[in-house]
Structures are given as C-alpha cells and as structure tokens.
C-alpha cells in the first residue's frame, strides 16, 4: 500500500506512436498472435525503400464477449537512414594549459554523438571517433577510428603544459588518414567532423601559417571546428585560430564553455538525412464475424473496404510524415458470434524516390466469449381512466300487483377459465470484489540509470541528474507502506542499478533503512553505456528472486536519462531477428510485462536526450510514461506513480 495524497492523479496521456499509410495489401501468415500487451514488429525480410519505420500494436483486452467490445491501437514511427555510411568524428588535441578545459569539452560532445546516433543513424550503420595529439614535438594517433567509445573515452586527455608551436600539419595528416581508411569500407557516404584544438601567440607569424594549412587540410576532406584552448587575451585566440574554420559559427575558446556542444548539435541536425518519407499508409483486416464499431476511430476515420471471404478492411494514410514524429489511430471492435478473431495488418512506407518498404503489424488474437445480454425493455404505456356518462333511471309509471308462489332459483356454480400468463423475473448478475486502496500493496522493483551522463547537471537548481533521482526516490520511499497491517500486508522495494552492466543493490524487503542504504551506494559504481535491456532482465530476476508476497502487486520503475547504448542487437548478438537496440529493449521489456508485471518508465533530461518513443512503448500502457525534462519534475512524478500501484481496478 502506498500512503499517497488524497488527489486522483490524472494519467499522463502518451504521446502515442503513429500509423502508417498503407498501399498493395500483402498479409502475413505468421505474425505472433499478441493478446493485450504490444510487440514490437520485425522488420520485412525484403528492404527496397531506404525509409523504414517501428510499429506496435495493441488490445484493450484480449478477452471481451459478444455483449461488449474492445479498442485496438496501434503506433507507428517512421524514419529514414542518416548518415548512411556511418558518422566518424576526429578529436585533435594539443597540449595545454588548459587541457582540461578541452578534454570536458570533446567529452560533452562525445556523449551527444552517442546519443543522437542510437536514436537516429541505421540499424547497420555506426558512430565511430580517433583521437591525434600533437604538440611541437611532432603527432600522434592515440586512438584509431573505432567504435569502442571506452577507447576513445580514455584518450580525450592530453598534457597541461605550454607548447605554442604544435606540429599541427602533422596531426591534419593523421586525421585525414584515418578519415580516409574509413571511407574505403564503405559504398555510402559517411558524415564527418574534424574537431581541432589550436592556439598560437598572435605575432608568430610561421605558426599562423602552419595552423592555417593544417585547416585548409581538413576544410578540403570535412567539416572543421576548431576551439582555442587558452585563457582569450591580447595573444591568443585572436588570430589566426577564429580564421581557421569556414565561418566564426564553428570557433570557440576557452571562455565559451559549452559552445562546442552547441555547434556540434546544429551540425548534426543538418547532416544528410537520406530519403524523405513521402508517404505511409496503414491497414488493419478484420476477419469474417467480427465488425468494425462505426465512428469510434481516433486519429482520423478509416477507409473501410470489403475483402476476401467476408473480411473487413480498414485503411488509413498520411502524405510526407515526418521522420521520427509518432502517428497513431485507435478503433473498437465486436463481434455477436463468441470465437477466437485474428486481427492482422501491414504498414507501407514510401520514400522520395517511390520505393517502399513493408511492415507487418503485430497480431491480436481477441476472445470473443459467449454471455446472456440484456437489452432494457420499455416500460408499458400508463391506462388513463376516461369517465362515462350513465343513462337516466327509468321511473316507473304504474305499480301492479300480483300474488305468487315462490319458486326456489338453483345457485350457479362458477368455472375458472384456464389462461397463460408470461411474468417477467428480473435477474441480477453481480460479480463484484470490493477493492480498498489501503489494502492494497506492492513489491516495487526501483531501476535506476547510473551511466556518465547523469553528471550532467539539470535543468534548474544545478544538482547532477544523479542527485536528483536519488533524491526522488527517497521521497517515493517514504510514501510506502513498511509496517506490517493487521492481515500481515505491507510493501517491499529491490533497488536495482545499471550502466554497461545491471546489478541488485538491494533484494525485496520490507527494511527501508537497507533500501535507503542501496541507494546511497549506487554512485560509487558510476560508469559508461545504457543497457536498458539489462536492467529490465535484472528487474525481472530481482522480482523472481523474492522473497516475494503472493498479495503484492508486482511493479517495476526505471528511470533512465538516455538512449540505449551498448546493447545488442541483429545477426550474430545474442537477440538475432532484432534490426536495432529498441528491438532489444523492447523485447526485454515484453518479457518482464508477460510475468504479469506493470512496467513505469521515465526519461530525465531534455527533448533529445530521451528517446521518448522507445520508454513508451516499453512501458504497460501509454500512460506509465513518463517525461521529466528537469529533475525538479521527478518528485511529482514518484507520486503520481504512488496513486496507481494502489489503484482499485
């Protein structure tokens, strides 16, 4: 039981996911049937369009009977391939005084490129770094391009001493090379960036042009950004550093921290994105006995045709989606036959050039089940009484007289008329378990993201994300229920943390000062990679492992700053039929979900920091999403969950 507010928590309404348009109608045969949770589609063996897209589908119920109905929805997200050949960035660096200035700086940029390429880049495609240094000894390649970020990571470092006259000609040299490897991989065109750091005093004349040449270098093969690491002054960062980019737009110095980022995000918006999205269409058939409720579409009204042996086909279309914006429809269906009703799709995506490609939509396989309806009866009409008038009494005009014997009158002896009679018995049929949310209780599994990045800082307030959600679960601690009720009932809490690993800090129990404690120690093991797939096994397991109460609802809250990274996915990984990491996830998540346990997912951090559309699929329903652009936002979130774990059904 959670001791939350009394305030009814409106649920956050999911951006859902949207559909795509759909043309050529092509079923499949083997979709997995998916009764009332969502599964992530496996993209269609055949790949001729280069835009493609995630869609999920899902059942209100799997189970209703031929007296009621139930919604299906369905999202969809298209997307087209950026940066077909891979993204590969050079780090220059140069001894310093200011070197840790400059190592902060490659490494902020660093991390946003691993963000934004696992949201965005191809299945098949990768980020890749190098790390040269130089100094006026000479050059050296420290890390050659790879996409071992750890790597890379351990290399963005270089020596705090004063070196005014760098070989940088030389360490163009070197980059340009490893810039060149790369590109003989590959048939498609990579996207680059050269990130240099350069400085000399303003009056050497020799070493302008040397730093001048090596930029000219590297202008002429990719695109340069150049930052000054030393304190501005009357001699440095004057000349010729902010003259080594193609505009000032790509310099920054020592002052500036942070514009680095800042460039580098501008950069990436404008990388080629491939083809276009022209169109995308979506269909759903509905088999033979089972109806389309009319009107009750959500998303836009479908195109309703008829299909082979009595199907229903419903069809809905959009021209020039946007790539990774979500679309989404709903609609209710019912059947007056009780059987078991397939409900199959398929979502077509057209890009620019009018090539396509296909993807099937889950299957949902509905119960229908037989049950006594009743339909309400109008009540009869109320007789209305209408009076009569009675004729006048006959006076009589004349009294005879006359004398009789009586003869006696035999007594009738009534016969009752056999009739029928229908009487109507109203029947009641009521199945109801009175729900108290105090009794209510739940072995919570608390999953938090202990990567790099929850260094950063939030929003407001200037705490580290770190700080932040531990802070909030603290709080949402507090909100339990540890003591024993008089039945036995109370909840119990794991703590669970994870990066490029996952591991229990604390198992189920009832201590909060144990869970308190786990907490307080999951800083210590701070380290790099987001393996959301892992932390949601590593929930699963710590619900397994108990001990746990058979009254308790199972829950697990995870809440994450990023995108996944580092997990496995496609040919040759440990989760072969996944085309991308948000399979993997998504996958993780399903099995956790099929336990029988409610998933709450939230993303910390800014619009692009959080892959939104991924922890909400992920998530049991829409609404167990949740977004928190600050860490301020994370209290009141902990609460709102509170409300639902105790919620009455």
């Not at 000399?200 to 695109?223: E, F, G, N, P």
């Not at 501008?266 to 033979?288: I, T, W, Y």
């Not at 036959?337 to 057209?350: L, N």
């Not at 559309?613 to 936002?633: C, K, N, Y």
Request: proline share 7%; with cysteine; hydrophobic share 40%.
């Amino acid at each position: 039981m959670i001791r939350h507010p009394r305030v009814r928590f409106a649920a956050l309404a999911g951006l859902l996911l949207g559909l795509g348009a759909l043309a050529g109608l092509q079923m499949p045969t083997d979709g997995a049937a998916a009764a009332g949770r969502s599964v992530p589609a496996v993209l269609a063996a055949s790949r001729t369009g280069r835009c493609s897209g995630t869609i999920s589908a899902t059942l209100g119920t799997g189970e209703t009977t031929v007296c009621a109905g139930t919604t299906v929805s369905l999202t969809l997200s298209p997307y087209c391939p950026i940066c077909p050949g891979g993204m590969h960035v050079i780090f220059v660096h140069t001894d310093t005084p200011q070197a840790r200035w400059q190592e902060s700086e490659s490494r902020k940029v660093l991390d946003d490129m691993e963000r934004w390429a696992a949201r965005y880049m191809d299945a098949g495609t990768k980020l890749k770094a190098a790390v040269v240094e130089y100094d006026n000894g000479g050059a050296q390649t420290q890390a050659r391009l790879t996409d071992n970020m750890n790597t890379v990571h351990g290399q963005l470092m270089a020596d705090t001493t004063y070196n005014a006259r760098g070989k940088a000609v030389d360490a163009a040299k070197l980059a340009l090379r490893e810039l060149d490897q790369a590109r003989r991989g590959t048939k498609e065109s990579p996207c680059e960036v050269v990130i240099m750091y350069a400085y000399t005093k303003s009056h050497y004349q020799d070493q302008r042009a040397i730093l001048l040449d090596a930029a000219d270098m590297i202008k002429a093969k990719a695109k340069l950004m150049v930052g000054c690491p030393m304190d501005p002054g009357s001699w440095y960062c004057r000349g010729p550093e902010p003259e080594m980019p193609t505009s000032q737009r790509y310099f920054t110095k020592f002052s500036e921290s942070g514009r680095l980022r800042r460039m580098v995000q501008d950069e990436m918006a404008n990388f080629p994105k491939g083809a276009d999205v022209r169109s995308m269409s979506l269909s759903q058939v509905l088999p033979a006995g089972l109806a389309y409720e009319s009107g009750s579409a959500t998303g836009g009204d479908p195109a309703i045709a008829s299909g082979a042996d009595g199907q229903t086909v419903l069809s809905w279309s959009w021209t020039a989606p946007k790539t990774m914006q979500s679309y989404s429809v709903t609609y209710r269906v019912k059947s007056e036959t009780p059987a078991s009703y397939p409900v199959r799709g398929e979502a077509v995506i057209m890009d620019s050039g009018r090539l396509t490609q296909k993807l099937p939509v889950p299957e949902q396989l509905l119960a229908v089940a037989p049950a006594i309806c009743f339909t309400p009866t109008p009540e009869p009409p109320t007789a209305t009484a209408t009076a009569t008038e009675l004729p006048p009494t006959a006076t009589a005009s004349a009294t005879a007289s006359v004398t009789a014997s009586a003869t006696p009158v035999p007594t009738a002896t009534l016969t009752p008329t056999p009739s029928r009679y229908t009487i109507y018995l109203p029947f009641l049929h009521w199945e109801k378990t009175i729900c108290v949310p105090e009794s209510v209780y739940a072995d919570v599994i608390l999953v938090l993201d202990m990567s790099t990045s929850m260094y950063r800082t939030t929003r407001e307030g200037g705490r580290s994300k770190h700080e932040a959600a531990l802070g909030a679960a603290r709080s949402f601690l507090d909100l339990l229920s540890w003591a024993a009720d008089n039945a036995g009932g109370h909840d119990q809490v794991a703590v669970v943390g994870f990066n490029d690993l996952a591991w229990t800090a604390s198992s189920l129990g009832s201590d909060q000062a144990i869970a308190l404690q786990a907490l307080e120690q999951l800083p210590g093991r701070i380290a790099q990679g987001t393996r959301l797939d892992l932390a949601l096994y590593q929930a699963r397991d710590a619900l397994r492992a108990g001990p746990r109460l058979s009254t308790n609802r199972p829950t697990v809250i995870l809440l994450t700053d990023g995108l996944p990274n580092r997990v496995p996915f496609g040919p040759g990984s440990e989760q072969p039929g996944c085309p991308d990491q948000e399979c993997t996830v998504l996958r993780a998540a399903a099995q956790l979900k099929a336990d029988g346990t409610r998933l709450f997912t939230i993303g910390l951090g800014e619009d692009d920091d959080v892959l939104q559309v991924l922890l909400r699929g992920a998530a049991s329903q829409a609404g167990d999403f949740f977004f928190a652009p600050d860490g301020d936002d994370l209290a009141g979130i902990y609460r709102q969950i509170a409300g639902r774990i105790t919620e009455c059904p």
